[in-house]
């Protein structure tokens, strides 16, 4: 069980928390292909190592935020607000 | 017979003065207050402990500890039954009655035994080759019957069961040695330490041989304010320190029912230190699975520990210079050594015990004996084609070398290496978090092992770099203990009957990798995740396939290092703890009006009011028929509600949902299908608008927290710019709807003003009023089809309304009802249920909400997926009603509809079915492909094997205008 930094909170154990998955997953408009939108609905990077996903901490503040994630370590880099888009 | 109780000084873990009697397979023996279940048995004389897994061979105590593979027992006391306890690690106790496992009539006389005839039969991969034709399902219950260990018991566990969540700058798990060295030099430097011991007392090997030095540190370690676990068992390292433990306090209360039974230990951890020892590695050689063959370390510390002689005469099989010191040891308790046999050449063996026969470069051929050893063949390693030389002993005993118990290491994603000489894995550096100390880090040295843990423990507590492990000190040993070219079966694993020749043979087949290996043998797979097996089958993994152990590689090591009871890791979460029922506000009224109370999700909620002469069914008929004909009273509490506040409350709920809620005037409310991003729909609801920047959300009772979570993530994620608020107030407002013809007549009578009447107040209008001095908030919305209030008051005035409500509605006719008229009264209407009619494919075009999707404005949440091609595919189904032929058979719900008989493709499905007492005929809703055209069409409702013939109809059987509605 992961220990996450929540940026109102502090450090709470992982079954505070609800995970949302990748985060930044840019939702095409509507008039979109089907591709794109198959894409944006079915299809995930799955990467081995750092990984940008939303987590809310559902048993505290409510508040969704984004991680940085390892996903071979589980080592946490970073947490910064929903709101924010990191340069790629 | 062959063991034996050994005179005092012996038996330091043993108190003579306190005998305790147990049973054993219904037979009354008796021990000491300190043995465990293992070295009891052994001390009565007790050779044959139980039966194998596959072969249902003799099999007797093997080890001491974690590692036994053979001595696996059910507890029985009364109704508690546990199964497949290890008994080597149970302690005694008044009263205790143990089971053999895996043999049926009984272990003497078994009858699965006569499988050990067929053994040749029984290779590796067995299962996967043999019983494919003519069908598995044919062989599975007698498979089923014969394989498995113990039985659980049916009786829920009344034992309780508690979890406990601490924080530690350093959690040592072991107490020997090296364990108490690490945690004590911790302590001691000023680190909050957590000692965790196995064993009912700290010390290890070190501490039953009465070591002064461990004496000197347990003293040292509760000065230091070391908090010392006994009976603890660490089982798993996880992400970011956490160390997760079982403690047993079983043995504090035995035979105590209801009583505190384990606790789990969560410990959340800086540092962890792993003090976990080493597994003695049994040596291969033909027949090293019957009674009287066991490790040579376990009949050492049962000598010591226990004084418990396991056998008089023994002949110990060696790989390792542990072998001399346990003949030393053994001889001086007076048990004779026969000799010692060692697999080495001269030049590898480096230790000696004096006045021991010592047969360098030789191993054993044969076993005589099958049901306890009465002797053993002993040949020339290099001619394993000799007579040999008959050696007459009652014990073989295994010293074939160490395998650290690197468990937590690998859990924590430590890397291993192979040392070539001493013939095992140890740890490749630390692990992250992990660091390893004493036996289980390769360092098999008393003294340096002692300096190295108090070294760690200190750098640990200080922050300094911790030093390397001086690994080594266990001397030489071979990969392989086996003699290429001896006949006879040579077992790996005991505990699932895996033998040398199946690695053979999984080998010839090509399998190569490690985990490929395990699997197709079952190696290791066992309830002792093969502790004394995995080593010996790498290497000859390796030896198969001409690789070396380093290269085989390990299988993942993962949780749990030992078995764990569900009760532990469950806790205390169980019945309404772990799922909280929720009660109406006002249930104490229902319960006095006759409710028959039923779970719907986790609300528990009147499913009708039967009268002493009704079954529910006739009930809900009656209480359907009533709100027809009169009035009912339903409790609409759980109905989900959420208030969305702020201006740009409007634009935000048409994101969400498929109708256009912006249009809405102050005082008007709308259906509304809420959608995820796949375009199926997943809830429905009333969305009603009180102001400006005010609305009010009737959400499913069952979603409304779902949809709270929903608007959320949308709120804060995709549109963080939208002033608005969501708050969900379900438990905030009590519900009490009114429902039925004589519904105005039943509020005019308790003085609800006039401006709710029918005349001013609409039908899907909201408003806000006073009654009785509370406030209220009235929806005139039907889920019936009949004039409808949904009075929404404060929560602790439901009683209140209900109690003025009833008076008033009793003397028209009407009667209180439950969800199962709610449910014949909205099936007749062919109102939608969501998650009954719908399913998790269910589009809103498949329910008849297509119209005007394309003329809304905002791209609402699942839009885009409902111009799919799949989503427009006119073979869709559709939402409609179906009635029997004949006019009079039910339908059942999930019976599926096609033409031809089956086994032939399913064209949809009855989804809700009911009797229409007004209509006096079924009522059923389907999903039905290309339904909407079929109108009028007979079709075919298949059910166990039956056929009824229905004719589809549209969904509302009354009043399909909508007239009743509105009073």
Not at chain 2, 814 to 839: Q, S
Request: one cysteine or more.
């Amino acid at each position: 069980m992961m220990k996450i930094p929540c940026p109102h909170c502090g450090v709470r154990d992982e079954n505070e928390f609800q995970c949302g998955g990748t985060a930044h997953l840019a939702r095409p408009a509507l008039d979109a292909s089907d591709r794109e939108w198959g894409e944006y609905l079915y299809f995930r990077d799955n990467p081995k190592g750092s990984h940008r996903e939303r987590w809310r901490h559902a048993y505290g503040c409510g508040r969704w935020f984004n991680v940085v994630r390892d996903t071979l370590t589980h080592e946490i880099s970073a947490v910064y607000p929903i709101t924010e888009t990191p340069a790629r | 017979m062959s063991g034996f109780r050994l005179p005092e000084p012996h038996g330091t873990r043993i108190d003579r003065t306190r005998p305790i009697p147990f049973l054993f397979n219904g037979k009354v023996l008796a021990g000491f207050r300190g043995d465990t279940l293992a070295s009891a048995l052994l001390a009565n004389g007790v050779r044959l402990v139980g039966r194998s897994y596959k072969l249902h061979r003799a099999r007797g105590v093997f080890g001491c500890g974690f590692e036994e593979p053979n001595a696996i027992v059910d507890l029985v006391d009364g109704e508690r039954r546990t199964p497949d306890v290890r008994a080597t690690t149970l302690e005694l106790t008044e009263g205790l009655a143990a089971q053999s496992v895996n043999c049926w009539p009984s272990v003497g006389l078994d009858f699965g035994a006569v499988l050990g005839a067929f053994a040749p039969f029984l290779p590796a991969g067995f299962y996967y080759k043999t019983f494919m034709w003519p069908d598995w399902h044919w062989f599975e219950p007698a498979i089923r019957w014969m394989a498995g260990l113990g039985r659980t018991s049916l009786a829920p566990d009344r034992d309780r069961y508690e979890e406990i969540c601490v924080d530690a700058d350093v959690a040592v798990v072991g107490g020997g040695i090296a364990g108490l060295s690490a945690a004590v030099a911790a302590a001691e430097a000023g680190a909050a330490t957590t000692l965790l011991c196995a064993a009912p007392a700290a010390g290890g090997a070190l501490g039953w041989r009465g070591d002064a030095t461990v004496r000197a540190l347990l003293a040292k370690a509760g000065r230091a304010g070391v908090t010392l676990l006994t009976r603890t068992v660490a089982f798993g390292v996880y992400d970011h320190g956490l160390l997760c433990a079982t403690e047993s306090l079983a043995a504090a209360t035995p035979g105590t029912h209801g009583a505190l039974r384990e606790r789990l230990w969560k410990i959340r951890a800086r540092s962890i230190v792993s003090a976990q020892g080493a597994f003695e590695r049994p040596m291969l050689f033909p027949g090293n699975d019957r009674p009287g063959v066991m490790l040579a370390g376990a009949a050492e510390k049962y000598a010591h520990a226990h004084a418990t002689a396991c056998g008089r005469r023994a002949v110990i099989a060696a790989n390792a210079d542990s072998a001399y010191a346990v003949a030393r040891s053994l001889r001086a308790a007076g048990i004779e050594i026969v000799a010692v046999v060692d697999r080495r050449p001269p030049e590898s063996i480096g230790a000696h015990a004096e006045g021991v026969r010592c047969l360098a470069h030789h191993g054993i051929r044969q076993v005589i004996g099958g049901r306890g050893v009465r002797g053993c063949v002993v040949v020339d390693a290099d001619a394993p084609g000799d007579r040999g030389e008959r050696l007459d002993c009652d014990l073989i005993l295994s010293a074939g070398g160490f395998a650290p118990a690197v468990h937590l290491h690998s859990q924590a994603k430590g890397r291993l290496r192979w040392l070539e000489d001493a013939a095992m894995f140890v740890p490749d550096g630390a692990a992250p978090g992990l660091h390893s100390v004493g036996a289980c880090a390769g360092v098999f040295a008393r003294s340096a092992a002692l300096e190295h843990a108090a070294e760690v423990g200190r750098s640990l507590a200080l922050g300094f770099t911790v030093p390397p492990p001086p690994v080594g000190g266990a001397g030489r040993s071979l990969a392989s203990s086996r003699i290429p070219g001896v006949r006879g079966k040579i077992f790996l694993d005991l505990q699932n009957d895996v033998t040398v020749s199946d690695v053979s043979l999984a080998a010839a087949e090509n399998y190569r990798s490690v985990e490929h290996l395990k699997r197709y043998t079952t190696t290791g797979m066992a309830t002792d995740q093969g502790k004394t097996s995995n080593v010996n089958a790498l290497v000859l993994m390796g030896e198969a396939t001409q690789r070396a152990p380093a290269e085989v590689g390990t299988t993942t090591f993962r949780p749990p290092f030992a078995p764990v009871s569900f009760g532990a890791l469950v806790g205390r979460r169980v019945g309404n703890r772990y799922r909280p029922l929720k009660r109406l506000p006002a249930a104490g009224w229902h319960a006095e009006h006759g409710a028959l109370f039923e779970l719907f999700g986790n609300w528990s909620r009147p499913a009708g009011y039967p009268r002493a002469d009704e079954s529910l069914e006739s009930a809900a008929q009656r209480e359907a028929e009533t709100v027809r004909g009169a009035v009912g009273v339903f409790d609409g509490s759980p109905l989900g509600k959420i208030e969305i506040w702020g201006a740009d409350a409007a634009e935000f709920l048409d994101l969400m949902y498929v109708g256009t809620m912006s249009s809405l005037a102050p005082g008007q409310a709308r259906y509304g299908l809420l959608l995820n991003e796949h375009g199926v729909i997943v809830d429905d609801g009333v969305v009603a608008r009180l102001g400006t920047g005010h609305f009010w959300v009737n959400t499913t009772s069952a979603g409304v927290e779902r949809t709270a979570a929903a608007f959320e993530e949308w709120l804060q994620c995709e549109y963080p710019n939208l002033r608005a608020l969501v708050t969900p107030v379900t438990s905030r407002w009590g519900n009490v709807t009114v429902s039925g013809p004589k519904a105005w007549a039943t509020l005019a009578t308790i003085g609800l003003d006039r401006r709710f009447a029918p005349e001013t107040m609409q039908h899907m209008t909201i408003a806000d009023g006073e009654f009785d001095g509370s406030p209220v908030r009235i929806l005139r919305a039907s889920f019936t089809g009949e004039l409808s209030y949904e009075i929404n008051v404060p929560v602790e005035r439901t009683r209140d309304l209900l109690e003025r409500v009833w008076a008033a509605a009793a003397p028209l006719g009407g009667c209180p009802y439950g969800i199962e008229a709610l449910e014949i009264l909205r099936t007749e209407k062919g109102y939608l249920h969501v998650g009954v009619d719908t399913d998790g494919t269910t589009l809103p075009g498949d329910v008849g909400f297509a119209r005007g999707l394309e003329r809304k404005r905002a791209n609402f949440v699942g839009r885009r997926s409902l111009l799919r091609p799949a989503a427009r595919n006119p073979g869709r189904s559709r939402l409609v009603g179906l009635k029997p032929a004949d006019g009079r058979t039910r339908l059942p719900v999930g019976a599926q509809i096609a033409n031809a008989p089956p086994p032939t493709a399913t064209e949809g499905h009855v989804t809700s079915s009911h009797w229409s007492p007004t209509l006096r005929a079924p009522v059923a809703l389907a999903m039905l492909a290309r339904g909407a055209e079929r109108l009028g069409e007979t079709v075919g409702v298949h059910h166990l094997g039956q056929r009824i013939d229905a004719i589809v109809v549209a969904t509302s059987w009354i009043d399909p205008e909508g007239k009743r509605l509105h009073g």
